[in-house]
């Protein structure tokens, strides 16, 4: 038996799959948490990643192995190859008065145009204008930016700071690989390759980028002879895990939402609302993105005083539409729609209608509502949806998935739960070693066929229109 290892090297934690080349079966897995916060000292990824592969029970045996990693973060090293100062992550918004700069110089709709994406706090382009301004000592010694994933493969190659026990391949910096989907999020990459001249815009002086490797493509070995795939960004990774092809929409409910689709042609939103991203085989992943998802749960089940299954059993016990109670969940602000200062709203509330299963039914409808918003964003650039794949653990709950069915308008499929970027990354690697790329089975644990109820949609746009009117 070949077996392979995928990685997600998320936001949380690192997770380790390793699998059988062949059949894609699991063979073994382990993990180890990542430190909390905005900025994080890479080496703390370093450390995680090597205590996720000794829990998997190591590499020795492994033929290939690819990483996938939270996109966007920056990590800034010198000519030594070291880290500058801590990577700002994704959800660092320090950078947002940056991106509104970015935005104006260059002008969004150019943007767009250029890279297939509008400046926001979350890209990499944003975060070194943010260290030009704001540190420009630091920003002066800025030799090479990577991302994560770049710089945990540079590593797992035997690359690092000069002197660097475990780095006894040395501070090559021209070693330094990414993929394109990982690229894509960066603000200064897209169709035609980096636009150097929006580096340039953002950091104020040219660095070295890593080289965007091809689907599938080996950028190297380990010290112990490890193929080593190009990695991919984290929703590339999803993808790529859930074998999903043009027509597929991704509809995931973790901590934010996100709602991403397998396209054969590239997306340039001016409106910056769908992210023009590429996927990790070639083809393009126009992506939106929800500030608000599980946690509206999270949030209902403890006003409730109840675990998620009773919350989804009271939801159940409700009509559809609860009655006319209408909650719109932007409880941190919204990204889509883009109302960063606006507030969460509860409608609608009768002596009837304020009752436990319709606040339970208004908070499942209004997570799902918000994020059909998104599928109604990503099909607004020309995206056909024929199918929806839902992920995330809330998708495993009955009533997110009945209620699911009603408010989406296309036929859905619910995966069983997985560490589907893990996964996407193990198929990478497998793809690096073999020159095709894997097809292993995806299990299922539900198909729904759409049974709309408009009115639910319609109530939720209702209400979405008084906010945007107060903001």
């Given at each position: 038996m070949t077996l392979v290892a995928g990685v997600d090297s998320s936001t949380q934690s690192c997770k380790v799959v390793i699998r059988d080349a062949a059949t894609g079966a699991l063979v073994r897995s382990g993990r180890a948490p990542h430190p909390d916060g905005t900025e994080v000292d890479p080496q703390a990824w370093w450390r995680a990643l090597q205590e996720a592969i000794a829990a998997a029970g190591g590499l020795d045996d492994v033929a290939a192995v690819s990483?996938?990693?939270?996109?966007?973060?920056?990590?800034?090293?010198?000519?030594?190859?070291?880290?500058i100062r801590p990577a700002l992550l994704w959800n660092d918004t320090r950078s947002a008065r940056a991106a509104r700069d970015l935005a104006e110089e260059v002008g969004a709709s150019a943007y767009a145009a250029r890279t297939g994406v509008v400046p926001v706090a979350s890209f990499t382009a944003t975060k070194l204008r943010w260290l030009r301004d704001a540190e420009p000592a630091n920003a002066a010694r800025v030799a090479a930016v990577a991302l994560p994933h770049d710089w945990l493969s540079w590593r797992l190659r035997g690359y690092g700071p000069a002197g660097a026990a475990d780095a006894p391949r040395g501070p090559a910096l021209d070693e330094l690989v990414t993929d394109r989907s990982d690229a894509s999020g960066t603000a200064y990459w897209g169709a035609d390759g980096y636009d150097r001249d929006l580096l340039v815009q953002a950091l104020g002086h040219d660095a070295v980028l890593p080289r965007v490797a091809g689907p599938g493509e080996p950028i190297g070995e380990t010290l112990t002879g490890v193929v080593v795939g190009p990695g991919a960004g984290d929703n590339a990774g999803a993808?790529?895990?859930?074998?999903?092809?043009?027509?597929?929409?991704?509809?995931?409910?973790?901590?934010?939402?996100?709602?991403?689709a397998v396209t054969e042609d590239p997306v340039a939103d001016a409106s910056g609302t769908v992210a023009g991203f590429a996927d990790a085989s070639g083809n393009w992943l126009p992506l939106c993105a929800t500030l608000n998802a599980a946690r509206v749960l999270d949030w209902a089940a403890g006003l409730l005083g109840v675990d998620h299954d009773e919350l989804g059993r009271l939801a159940l016990e409700a009509e559809p539409g609860a009655s006319g109670l209408v909650l719109v969940p932007y409880f941190e602000g919204e990204r889509t729609p883009n109302l960063p200062d606006a507030?969460?709203?509860?409608?609608?509330?009768?002596?009837?209608?304020?009752?436990?299963?319709?606040?339970?039914?208004a908070a499942v409808e209004g997570l799902l509502c918000g994020l059909a918003d998104g599928l109604d964003a990503v099909r607004s650039q020309g995206v056909e949806a024929r199918?929806?794949?839902?992920?995330g653990g809330a998708a495993q709950n009955p009533a997110v998935r009945e209620i699911a069915a009603e408010v989406f308008d296309v036929p859905i499929a619910v995966p069983a739960p997985g560490e589907y970027v893990a996964d996407g990354a193990a198929r990478q690697a497998a793809w690096s070693l073999t020159g095709d790329r894997p097809a292993w089975a995806v299990e299922l644990a539900a198909e729904l066929e759409p049974g709309t109820r408009p009115e639910i949609r319609a109530a939720y746009a209702?209400?979405?229109?008084r906010i945007a009117a107060l903001v």
């Open positions: 990483i996938a990693g939270q996109q966007h973060g920056m990590v800034a090293l010198d000519s030594d190859g070291r880290v993808a790529l895990g859930l074998d999903a092809q043009p027509g597929d929409v991704v509809v995931s409910i973790g901590t934010s939402g996100t709602v991403f507030t969460a709203s509860l409608t609608g509330m009768t002596l009837l209608s304020a009752t436990r299963p319709n606040l339970a039914r199918r929806v794949l839902l992920i209702a209400a979405t229109a």
